[in-house]
């Protein structure tokens, strides 16, 4: 088990191998996954304060590469697979939008896409 801090909503423990965006959502905060864990949108980025996220596979280095004024740490939640404590500002939640719902549940597996 990996212990995952979302700055300033809390702390909880996550299985290694498990993709961020899912662990966030069951640890109860609402974090936003629009397109179903694909990246394809940027709704769950996050923001890596500390502890290592792993490379980028091609397709979130695409997706983001798209975006600009995305701060060196930013990465789509529902990409990484955590591996070891993150340290991250999860910077979408349903609850500051006034979008019905955050999104299809994502996958367990990354995607080969």
Same mark, same amino acid.
């Given at each position: 088990?990996?212990?995952?801090?979302?700055?300033?909503?809390?702390?909880?423990?996550?299985?290694?191998?498990?993709?961020?965006?899912?662990?966030?959502?069951?640890?109860?905060?609402?974090?936003?996954? !629009?397109?179903?864990?694909?990246?394809?949108?940027?709704?769950?980025?996050?923001?890596?304060?500390?502890?290592?996220?792993?490379?980028?596979?091609?397709?979130?280095?695409?997706?983001?590469?798209?975006?600009?004024?995305?701060?060196?740490?930013? !990465?789509?939640?529902?990409?990484?697979?955590?591996?070891?404590?993150?340290?991250?500002?999860?910077?979408?939640?349903?609850?500051?939008?006034?979008?019905?719902?955050?999104?299809? !549940?994502?996958?367990?597996?990354?995607?080969?896409?």
């Amino acid at each position: 088990m990996a212990q995952i801090e979302a700055v300033g909503i809390k702390t909880f423990e996550a299985r290694e191998g498990t993709k961020l965006v899912l662990a966030i959502e069951d640890a109860g905060i609402d974090i936003l996954h !629009r397109c179903g864990g694909n990246a394809r949108c940027t709704t769950c980025r996050v923001e890596v304060v500390e502890g290592d996220a792993g490379e980028m596979n091609a397709r979130e280095r695409e997706r983001l590469a798209r975006e600009q004024e995305l701060g060196p740490n930013t !990465r789509l939640s529902c990409q990484v697979l955590i591996q070891g404590p993150l340290k991250v500002q999860v910077l979408r939640r349903l609850s500051e939008t006034d979008m019905s719902d955050a999104g299809p !549940r994502p996958d367990e597996a990354l995607s080969a896409e």
